[in-house]
């Protein structure tokens, strides 16, 4: 496979000087680099490529006005003249990207082969893309990084610019093959606000960190800021963001300084892009720049904030470590934040954090549970967070360490990795299935995830067995449930039974979509805000982020198990129709009494015709009880919670000796045997 990366902006580079200079450098030059270089290591790929633009801007270096640049022998940044030289910023790019889209088709018309593939970052990119596909029939995958709605919807007022900005993301996600995001709140409420989403397309990549930088230069970092303070030894409150409105620096000074401990007792350290002066950049930098010095000044904190003009990548990576040495902690008080890469960058050094709860970073921390969330226009919580950090010690040694270990898992192969498979997807010519005999219908955490090598013996059964159908059923999202089937390498399942059986998916004219005619059913007799009105009630709940309430289903945590049957029973005395389903020991989801596993596995069965004597069920917790009850030829992993242990006993479930997938496959085997002895026995089928 040759893949080719596009980004307009051309301040593109295998060692980039400077951050900030334009919204693709920095931390998009990482995702881009970080990505293609992944890429070109995997033995399935053949070539790599970054196509950019050409350009002639001293300061930015002569690299630009290269054609090529090799960064290893399968991956070449390719810049492409569209006969303007200067360096144009991302606005004024718009004008020329007729001329680079003709010079573009007419570079790859002159290539003996195309390229399998575009990855376009950015809208721009992808409008580029779609007329690439017009003419060469190259498909093209998008990935937006910053969406122009959550913008707007943070400016004061709204502007032609953003509109046209909004209304050509909305093109490129109706155009593009696949999406790509790198958050849950990206894909499933970012992305999905746009009329053109199409969930089945939506798709979760996360991004990795350079970890060969990791180390850092500490030394560098501490002779970068050690000019601006008195006592260099204080723990340091870091916060690295580009100079503009959104990132909400200014409201980290003013929790810094309204915090008589932290001024006691910490340094603030600020990189906000960089400057030759305050007059330095576009009027946006310079405004923030000027905003900031205003405030430090206003607060008398000279000694106690560092605020350099200007750093390189080390020196960013140094300030992580030297952070984390000071037993300091990382900020990002953004108001909304797509993804939020620092903050795992900042997790790589094991480096605490206090991040908005507004966009990515409720995912990130979730995951790697290294830091608190915080309220961005609320600076006494930013500033209360921070005080904890630094002065709790456990806490601050519990998210340090996690921080270390789970960030382990954000790296840039594991991301070609899923990528490459989206790619294999879309280039694949369409397969013709025969229709299953056997229906397997599966849990995935827990009950097929966990053990690589069960998952090969998994996967090898299931291409073996074509009579065997595979289907998923979980507790999680569509976009997560992919994202998961796909980092563990299952197989590819024929339905998606998701969000604890109030949704299905199928394939229809080789798209996966929201099956309309199941959500009828489920949606009978469910009155979401009654149920939201009683759950009030029960202060302890603690709702769960805001892309888990689906529409048939509310979610929450739950520590006290002994308030599950005072929820049914309040429910049960308003006279709402529900179904409540504990699991996992602290999860609880709230659902319509015609949803559930059990309900969605008869559902899918019956679409493809397969009667429940031949449907097998799979599962490990306290979501799939209705599921293991309802189906003949239910299986109970070896790894199966305490909370569902009493179901080993019923007649219908097999208990299995593995875990895991090999559990799973086990279970599978021994109700087959079973089925068949009986049909011998029965003179159905011959001895």
């Known amino acids: 496979m040759h893949i080719v990366s596009l980004a307009l902006g051309g301040c593109l580079k295998a060692e980039p000087v400077r951050y900030g200079l334009t919204e693709d450098t920095g931390g998009h030059i990482t995702y881009i680099l970080g990505e293609m270089e992944a890429l070109s290591r995997r033995e399935d790929i053949?070539?790599?490529?970054?196509?950019?633009?050409?350009?002639?801007?001293?300061?930015?270096?002569?690299?630009?006005?290269?054609?090529?640049?090799?960064?290893?022998?399968?991956?070449?940044?390719t810049r492409v003249e569209s006969g303007n030289s200067a360096y144009l910023a991302k606005d004024a790019l718009r004008d020329d990207r007729k001329a680079f889209t003709d010079a573009l088709i007419a570079e790859f018309r002159g290539r003996d082969r195309l390229p399998d593939l575009i990855h376009a970052h950015f809208a721009d990119a992808a409008d580029v893309a779609m007329a690439v596909e017009k003419e060469l029939g190259i498909p093209f995958i998008?990935?937006?990084?910053?969406?122009?709605?959550?913008?707007?919807?943070?400016?004061a007022e709204r502007s032609e610019t953003i509109e046209a900005r909004i209304a050509e993301e909305d093109r490129a996600i109706a155009k593009a093959r696949a999406v790509i995001g790198s958050s849950r709140d990206e894909c499933e409420r970012q992305l999905a606000a746009y009329p053109s989403a199409r969930i089945g397309r939506i798709n979760r990549l996360v991004p990795g960190i350079d970890r060969g930088r990791s180390a850092g230069c500490i030394s560098a970092a501490s002779d970068l800021v050690a000019p601006f303070l008195r006592d260099p030894a204080k723990p340091m409150v870091l916060a690295i963001a580009r100079p503009v409105h959104k990132k909400n620096l200014a409201a980290l000074v003013d929790a810094f300084a309204a915090s008589s401990l932290l001024r006691d007792r910490c340094n603030l350290v600020i990189l906000a892009g960089l400057?030759?002066?305050?007059?330095?950049?576009?009027?946006?930098?310079?405004?923030?720049?000027?905003?900031?010095?205003?405030?430090?000044?206003?607060?008398?904190l000279y000694g106690s904030v560092a605020y350099p003009k200007s750093h390189s990548r080390d020196d960013v990576q140094g300030l992580y470590a030297l952070a984390a040495?000071?037993?300091?902690?990382?900020?990002?008080?953004?108001?909304?934040?797509?993804?939020?890469?620092?903050?795992?960058?900042?997790?790589?050094?094991?480096?605490?954090?206090?991040?908005?709860?507004?966009?990515?970073?409720?995912?990130?921390?979730?995951?790697?549970?290294?830091?608190?969330?915080?309220?961005?226009?609320?600076?006494?919580e930013i500033g209360r967070a921070i005080e904890r950090l630094v002065t709790e010690r456990p806490l601050w040694d519990r998210c340090s360490k996690n921080a270390q270990v789970n960030s382990l898992d954000m790296n840039w192969d594991k991301y070609a990795a899923g990528f490459t498979l989206l790619a294999e997807e879309i280039l694949a010519e369409p397969e013709r299935k025969k229709r299953p005999t056997y229906l397997l219908v599966s849990d995935l955490d827990n009950t097929l995830t966990g053990c690589p090598k069960g998952i090969m013996r998994f996967g090898r059964f299931m291409q073996r067995q074509g009579e065997f159908g595979f289907v998923v059923a979980t507790g999680r999202s569509i976009v997560e449930?992919?994202?998961?089937?796909?980092?563990?390498?299952?197989?590819?399942?024929?339905?998606?039974?998701?969000?604890?059986?109030?949704?299905?998916?199928?394939?229809?004219?080789?798209?996966?979509?929201?099956?309309?005619?199941?959500?009828?059913?489920?949606?009978r007799g469910w009155d979401p805000h009654a149920v939201d009105s009683v759950v009030a009630g029960f202060p302890e709940l603690v709702p769960q982020p805001s892309y888990e309430q689906r529409p048939h289903k509310r979610s929450y945590f739950v520590e006290d198990t002994g308030c599950i049957a005072k929820i049914e029973r309040a429910l049960r005395l308003e006279g709402i129709a529900a179904r409540v389903v504990f699991s996992h020991g602290r999860l609880l989801d709230i659902l319509p009494p015609a949803a559930g596993k059990a309900a969605a596995m008869r559902y899918v069965a019956g679409?493809?015709?397969?009667?429940?004597?031949?449907?097998?069920?799979?599962?490990?917790?306290?979501?799939?009880?209705?599921?293991?009850?309802?189906?003949?030829?239910?299986?109970?992993?070896?790894?199966?919670?305490?909370?569902?242990?009493?179901?080993?006993?019923?007649?219908?479930?097999?208990?299995?000796?593995?875990?895991?997938?090999?559990?799973?496959?086990?279970?599978?085997?021994?109700?087959?045997?079973?089925?068949?002895?009986?049909?011998?026995?029965?003179?159905r089928i011959p001895a």
């Open 325 to 380: 040495s000071t037993r300091g902690v990382f900020v990002n008080p953004a108001l909304m934040e797509p993804y939020g890469l620092t903050i795992v960058e900042a997790a790589a050094h094991g480096l605490p954090v206090v991040a908005t709860k507004i966009g990515g970073p409720q995912d990130i921390i979730a995951e790697l549970e290294h830091g608190l969330l915080v309220d961005p226009c609320n600076t006494a």
């Open 46 to 77: 053949r070539f790599a490529e970054i196509v950019t633009r050409q350009f002639d801007e001293p300061r930015l270096g002569a690299v630009h006005t290269q054609p090529q640049e090799w960064i290893n022998s399968k991956l070449v940044i």
């Open 142 to 155: 998008y990935t937006a990084h910053s969406l122009g709605i959550d913008k707007r919807a943070a400016l």
């Open 481 to 523: 449930a992919r994202r998961l089937v796909r980092d563990w390498k299952l197989p590819l399942p024929l339905a998606w039974i998701t969000s604890v059986g109030t949704e299905v998916y199928l394939q229809h004219n080789g798209e996966l979509v929201l099956d309309q005619a199941f959500a009828r059913i489920v949606e």
């Open 275 to 300: 400057r030759d002066d305050l007059d330095t950049g576009n009027v946006e930098q310079q405004e923030i720049q000027r905003e900031l010095v205003a405030r430090i000044d206003r607060y008398d």
């Open 607 to 683: 679409q493809f015709g397969i009667a429940s004597a031949r449907v097998f069920a799979a599962g490990d917790s306290g979501n799939d009880v209705d599921m293991l009850t309802a189906c003949e030829n239910a299986i109970l992993v070896g790894n199966h919670a305490e909370e569902v242990a009493s179901l080993a006993a019923r007649p219908n479930v097999y208990r299995s000796r593995r875990q895991n997938a090999s559990g799973a496959l086990e279970g599978v085997l021994a109700h087959h045997r079973a089925r068949q002895l009986r049909l011998r026995q029965n003179g």
